[in-house]
């Protein structure tokens, strides 16, 4: 779960890390408020869960408090990756001398814990990471010590800053461990990590992702789960199911990830486009198949939906219990294209049949079936 | 032979009196294997489709020191302690099926067998079968057939859809092996297909990978530097998964620009291993590599 | 450096740790104080950093007033493994149902803390090891987790004791970790661990070890590292020596804790006794031998020193200077036997040669010679 | 051949600036060890000895990609940092010469070597020494001659007093390796001692123990396990030793009634060790056994 720039920011400067000073505000009444008491030059950031905002033109600057006033009343109607902005920090604007990448991550493959930093602050760390591979580094964190004192010597010298910083960058690499350790985070990054012209570092920006599956042990985080999700994600969570929204209009339904993520590509690769990720998971309930279908049926973007179910744990016949019921329920006449195949399949290919719908045994059938369908003219069908 | 499961195996199910832990038991005695005792804190004295169950794996242990694996259901927030037991206990294979285990948690584990030598299968995974033999594992059976191909996946029905296609092939499996779809897990894809490099019964090895980390990449390296022979086949989900976002998978996401379905293939044909975009393709070119 | 019992105990106590209500008296009045106060029968406990206190009759039962007047009279006079006992810890008499062996320690060989746990508690952990091995068990604890929660369980059913006693098992493994980690300690012990008549474990007694290259992190500690050591131990300790005393009469002197040993155990073999083990370590300085040769000449019992020094770092040199600044500081007659070898070794044994010591280079005549010598009698030679 | 230091070595100086470290590079250099460069923090751009001093492992490391093994001289709380910063670095052998390091620092460091198969020698250790070919380490090198006497020690001195004798009866030594007289230490007996059995150079092998934990009973349990064959001589110290005293060393002591003269004797002569109760019978019997 990503928590908000100025969510993260709160937990960092509890945790020693100085940020610039700022206000949240919902309204341009409470950017008149934050930058009468902030004084001079400010920046209005918008608090989105998305990355780019910077790109999209949702960080700006402002001189004066009309200045201020009128490019927030723009923000406050702007929608970043989708993402409607509701919520403004308004911050001090930091004289800035260098700016630099820092963060805690996991590293997989040495299963730990690493400090990456970068001297090219303030760029996209995709960029950063495939671009300017020479300009990173990565120290292992010790899972019992912590980031030991030399992290912060390394550091110091690959930014190439001067040797009095040591002790400023080594109490911003623990806060960041600390802040991973105590609230399960899996990414705490400060992008950009600025010296400022007065010679402080300041984390400019902050962002944290926290384990999902953490949460159940950080009690005051697991009610934010729900409030950056769309309705669509927010029901398929409720229900248990794992889904993600693409662009394309043959929706998709399979039990397990690698199997949803395989019939999407099939899709694509047969000419189709795939209008999310729907993982109805291991041993689903034909309720839960049921919602998962519904979603999709209910979706105005999706024209066919392609049901891929290689049963297991999973029983064919609960699927199709469930299917039936989401199309009577929505009563939907959008195409259904049907794979099932493994525990019970016989059943379950027999009560669909019973309401006319025909499941296939063969994956190729299926998706080369879901995507001619996807592809006829709407009007002409 | 066969890799991690084989006739030597005895199985200790850890959390075999909840849901899942009772009915895959039943379902791994069916296939064979070798299930001599569970273990749920505190239900010790029950017994489950006639194993014994007892309060901790000290005294299932005592009672059966046969005992040289374990399957963990136990719920997310208690896999830490049940795995570490396992290994206090010198458990050497623990196959974690528990999805939703804390990062830091699995970090904790998955770096502890490793400095004790032992093996964790997982978290996240559908386990380890090695048809005809036996099953740590929760994959239905009838997918599966003893045969001559290694199969080292990161996913579940995916594999049981490849591996079916097999089956049908008339190929079938040496061991089929779950590494799991977290982040970070007990064994790799490197380890596990050195695994098939020295099983003599595997003829071929099938990659199934998917989008997210670098494990596949690593698995490339190891291939190209170890320069091993054994003909070796691939398939890689998530082609079409945007950055950023999980796809079911704690795992299976892009992040930082690293990860991509791209990265992946282009590493594993690098290294001259061949990479399907469908899963059927996989038994027809595996037919062609064994039987000439 | 070893604890007191009543300090362990308020320590562990702090973190949790039951145990018997008791007070520290250091003198009759202070007996009666604490017992006025505690009411009942007591317990009174000699304070003495020795092990084997119960069998040496430090530790006695009073029912009455007048009772434990009269027994803690006789024990502010004994002396207990040659220390005299100048504190009792008065404690309230507990009703013991069971008694448990419960101790946190390095198993080296795993490279790890471990509980080490044995139902036969209140005899001492040498015998439980060498004849009760099947009665004791040893888990190791995870640096990172610390003691997890199968640990009680483990120790619960190992003791045979009530599964609603898990809880309080794992307080205390889990205090005792804390202990552990916070104050640096090598043991944590609690022996006898009492389950009491009224169902609650209760450490009776209780030992902690800190781990005395640890000592500089613990300012409060650091100052009793003095307080239980001889005038000589004293010494030998300020002046960078290391120094244990024995019972026999041949004064030993080398540079190295292993080849210190194996001159003792060369003097045994060849049938003397050594008075102690004294290294002076890596580079000693002419007034480090000095000092450490001084100790052997004042200590009566001392009626030959055998010097045996290899030099390497430690040069032959300054070990010889320093050897006759001793001799000419205490006036001793004493005869001192020395081997010297190694670095700058012609310049020792000329140094020494000058005030008619002579120095042997082979290791076997100088320990044949200093044995001879001791076993003189000292109204004849 | 030799073992853990060889033609191969290129030695990193921590703590370079230090007496003890600018002492002891200069004898290195003077017996022929490749000391490529050291670090002290803050005193980057000196000159040691002609060693050029950097601040960090990393920008040493990064200058001198040649350097695989580091000899630590820095004090003992600052160790465990330079330890870390010495492994995240890469670098393969670090040998600890420091004593008093606090027992729990010495944990982590010994069990995050293990873990990333890191070699850590000591700490507390004289170091290594292959006469003839290098040295990382303090010990006086005029004790040392080349030859066919591999020898593990848990001491300094006594290793110097009986590798002289060996000197003086013409059979010299492969190499010398002091595992460190703490109670937990990187490399123990077995692990060098399979490097002697694997070392054809080696003829003969040495142990030097003392009283104080199971290490010597480990190796006698593990010659007795592999049936090894090397002629194996030993000497322990610390006969006269009372119970429950430090003698010297802190892993000297004998505790729990663990770790006797008495049962490190036993142990060893029961795995077909000869145990000697004098260290010049040591050389003695060398010659009977090597020369027949």
Same mark, same amino acid.
């Given at each position: ?42 920046? +209005? ?124 960058? =080594? ?9 991973? %350790? ?34 159940? $042990? ?8 729900? !409030? ?7 029901? #398929? ?36 486009? @795939? ?21 999709? +049926? ?36 959008? @195409? ?20 006319? %719908? ?14 001619? +369908?996807?592809? $006829? ?5 | ?8 195996? !005895? ?40 194993? @014994? ?32 037991? #396992? ?11 528990t999805e939703g285990i804390p990062l830091r948690d699995e970090l904790i584990i ?14 996240? /995974? ?12 929760? =994959? ?28 049908? #092939? ?14 970070? /897990? ?46 070796? +086949? ?12 999980? =796809?079911?998978? #704690? ?22 291993? =061949? ?18």
């Amino acid at each position: 779960m990503k928590l908000y720039e100025y969510e993260a920011k709160e937990i960092v400067s509890r945790y020693g890390v100085k940020v610039p000073r700022g206000f949240l505000a919902t309204s341009i009444n409470g950017v008149r408020e934050a930058v009468e008491k902030l004084g001079g030059e400010v920046v +209005l950031k918008s608090q989105v869960l998305a990355g780019r905002r910077g790109i999209s033109g949702g960080i700006r600057f402002a001189k004066t408090l009309k200045e201020a006033e009128e490019t927030s009343s723009e923000l406050l109607k702007m929608r970043i990756s989708g993402k409607e902005v509701k919520q403004l920090l308004v911050e001090e604007r930091v004289c800035v001398d260098k700016e630099l990448y820092l963060a805690l991550t996991i590293d997989r493959s040495k299963r730990a814990f690493a400090i990456l930093a970068s001297t090219l602050g303030g760029v996209e760390v995709e960029e950063l990471v495939r671009r300017h591979p020479d300009a990173l580094i990565k120290i292992t964190v010790d899972p019992i010590v912590g980031p030991a004192p030399f992290t912060s010597r390394w550091l110091t010298e690959f930014y190439n800053l001067s040797k009095d910083l040591e002790h400023q960058v =080594m109490k911003i690499v623990d806060s960041m461990w600390r802040v991973a %350790v105590e609230y399960d985070a899996e990414l705490v990054e400060f992008n950009p990590l600025a010296l400022s012209c007065s010679g402080e570092l300041i984390a400019l920006d902050a962002k944290i992702i926290i384990d999902d599956n953490s949460l159940y $042990r950080h009690g005051r985080l697991i009610d934010k789960v729900y !409030r950056d999700l769309s309705d669509a994600e927010a029901i #398929a969570k409720r229900h248990g199911l794992s889904y993600v929204e693409l662009s394309g209009n043959i929706g998709i339904i399979c039990n397990g990830a690698g199997l949803t993520m395989a019939t999407m590509d099939l899709v694509k690769t047969y000419g189709g486009e @795939p209008a999310n990720f729907l993982d109805i998971g291991g041993g689903a309930s034909s309720e839960q198949v049921k919602e998962g279908l519904k979603l999709l +049926l209910t979706n105005p973007r999706v024209k066919v939906v392609l049901v891929n179910v290689f049963g297991g744990i999973t029983k064919c016949d609960e699927v199709a219990e469930g299917l039936i019921s989401a199309v009577s329920e929505v009563g939907s006449v959008k @195409p259904i294209v049907v794979r099932l195949i493994g525990t019970n399949d016989s059943i379950g290919r027999r009560i669909l049949m019973e309401k006319g %719908v025909k499941a296939f045994s063969s994956l190729r059938e299926a998706v080369a079936v879901a995507v001619e +369908l996807a592809r $006829r003219d709407p009007w002409r069908s | 032979m066969a890799i991690l499961v084989d006739e030597g195996t !005895r199985v200790l199910v850890q959390g075999i009196t909840g849901r899942q832990g009772a009915f895959h038991t039943k379902l791994m005695i069916d296939y064979g294997t070798k299930v001599v005792a569970g273990v749920t804190p505190g239900k010790g004295g029950l017994s489950i489709h006639g194993v @014994p169950v007892y309060n901790s794996v000290l005294s299932a242990i005592h009672k059966h020191p046969e005992i040289n694996t374990s399957i963990v259901f136990v719920p997310a927030q208690y896999s830490l302690d049940a795995v570490l037991e #396992a290994l206090e206990a010198g458990i050497e294979v623990v196959v974690v099926i528990t999805e939703g285990i804390p990062l830091r948690d699995e970090l904790i584990i998955v770096n502890k067998a490793r400095s004790m030598d032992r093996i964790i299968v997982g978290p996240n /995974t559908p386990g380890v079968i090695s048809p005809g033999i036996g099953k740590v594992g929760i =994959m239905p059976s009838q997918a599966f057939s003893r045969g001559v191909v290694g199969i080292v996946s990161r996913s579940g029905t995916l594999t049981y859809e490849i591996s079916m296609e097999i089956s049908e #092939a008339g190929l079938g499996q040496s061991s089929v092996v779950g590494i799991g779809g977290d982040p970070v /897990t007990g064994l790799d894809f490197v380890e596990v297909y050195e695994m098939f490099i020295n099983d003599p019964a595997t003829k071929a090895v099938v990659i199934i990978g998917e989008i997210g980390g670098d494990a596949e990449e690593r698995l490339a390296d190891y291939i190209k530097r170890s320069g091993v022979e054994k003909p070796t +086949l691939a398939y890689i989900a998530g082609m079409t998964a945007p950055p950023g976002k999980r =796809m079911g998978h #704690a795992g299976a996401i892009i992040s930082m620009g690293l990860g991509t379905w791209e990265s992946k293939r282009e590493a594993l044909e690098d290294a001259g291993v =061949m990479v399907f975009k469908a899963p059927w393709e996989i038994s027809r070119a595996l037919l062609n590599v064994i039987q000439g």
